[in-house]
């Protein structure tokens, strides 16, 4: 990768092993740069691997409202055996909205596979994906098998025809019109307020995120507040992704789950507010092992780094069809 636009990278702890170790030394942001990619640009960010000469390449995908920072601390935790980038998606983070104005998970997807074959060529990639980044990963592994070896999806939001009580009001924020009304009144709360509010609801513990992240959330959410295409980058995105809910062909988000052949790492959180964990009994991906995180909710990765490390690296070698809970 050339220059960082966030200037030198950043110095970073040697990999922790535990959460107790992340408290401790909690890793800064990694290192970003801007992508050139025909679709417009994306921001990424890159861990540089312990020994690059046996890292192998891995591609994390945050979810709707997220951004690559989103895998600051399990990038921390698998230096030593990945090569990883985690971009952010089209109009969040530090990437600028898609040129072509989609923002639909295929076709979020279809510029990830550009970036990985800007960066890695024809080598096949461990793709991450959590939540609204769980439909794009699904996405990527179906369209293009030939660039994914593995596929690990942290509670991904996959159709179900009956939301989660605390998560009912997403499809009246997508709703033309009133959801948009909904959303510039929203977001001229408080940023405070806003940011403690997507963490009360993604975590299952929220008193356990350490003060320098909901410093970081905070501060994030106010420099979001100057872009002019916020609003946009969260209805449209969310609207692409409810479409894919409704969808009855042979594109639909089940339907392509039968036909990925990567090895494939379903992790869900207990009390999960967002994605209901009775998705983790669905069987639809042919070679899967499922892992049910009792004290975790919508961000595993966030909640648990050291768990989804763990589970990740038991699926290598891979055994199908297994099932644990942690």
């Known amino acids: 990768m050339n220059g960082y636009a966030a200037g030198q990278p950043a110095e ?3 990999v922790p092993v535990t959460r107790e170790d992340l408290r401790r030394a909690l890793p800064p942001d990694w290192p970003r740069e801007d992508v050139s990619i025909p679709n417009g640009t994306l921001s990424v960010r890159w861990a540089e691997p312990v020994d690059p000469a046996v890292a192998e390449p891995a591609l994390l995908i945050h979810g709707l409202g997220g951004q690559s920072t989103n895998w600051t601390d399990l990038m921390a935790l698998m230096r030593d055996r990945l090569d990883a980038v985690a ?3 089209p109009g969040f983070g530090w990437s600028p909205p898609p040129r072509d104005g989609d923002w639909t998970p295929a076709r979020s997807a279809g510029s990830l ?4 074959v800007a960066r890695w060529g024809t080598r096949k990639v461990h793709v991450f994906g959590n939540s609204m980044g769980g439909a794009v990963a699904l996405q990527l592994a179906a369209s293009r098998p030939e660039l994914v070896r593995t596929l690990t999806l942290v509670s991904p939001a996959l159709p179900r025809r009956v939301p989660q009580r605390t998560s009912i009001h997403l499809p009246v924020v997508a709703t033309p019109g009133i959801g948009t009304k909904l959303m510039a009144k929203y ?3 408080d940023p405070s307020r806003r940011a403690r509010a997507t963490i009360n609801l993604c975590f299952a513990d929220p008193d356990s995120v350490p003060p320098q992240r909901v410093l970081e959330a905070e501060a994030e959410v106010r420099r979001r507040d100057t872009l002019p295409y916020v609003l946009d980058a969260f209805t449209q995105s969310l609207r692409g992704l ?3 809910y409704l969808d ?5 988000p089940w339907k392509l ?3 990925i052949v990567a090895p494939t790492l379903l992790i869900y959180g207990r009390k999960d507010k967002l994605v209901d964990p009775i998705a983790a009994h669905n069987n639809a991906f042919p070679d899967r092992r499922v892992v049910l995180l009792m004290n975790c909710g919508h961000v595993a990765q966030l909640e648990s780094p050291e768990l989804v490390s763990q589970a990740w690296r038991s699926m290598l070698p891979h055994r199908p069809a297994q099932a644990s809970t942690v």
Not at 113 to 116: M, S
């Open 242 to 244: 409810l479409a894919t």
């Open 187 to 189: 977001l001229n709360e």
């Open 257 to 259: 789950a039968e036909r």
């Open 87 to 89: 971009p952010d998606l």
């Open 12 to 14: 970073h702890p040697q």
């Open 113 to 116: 596979a550009d970036l990985i």
């Open 248 to 252: 009855t062909s042979a594109q639909r």
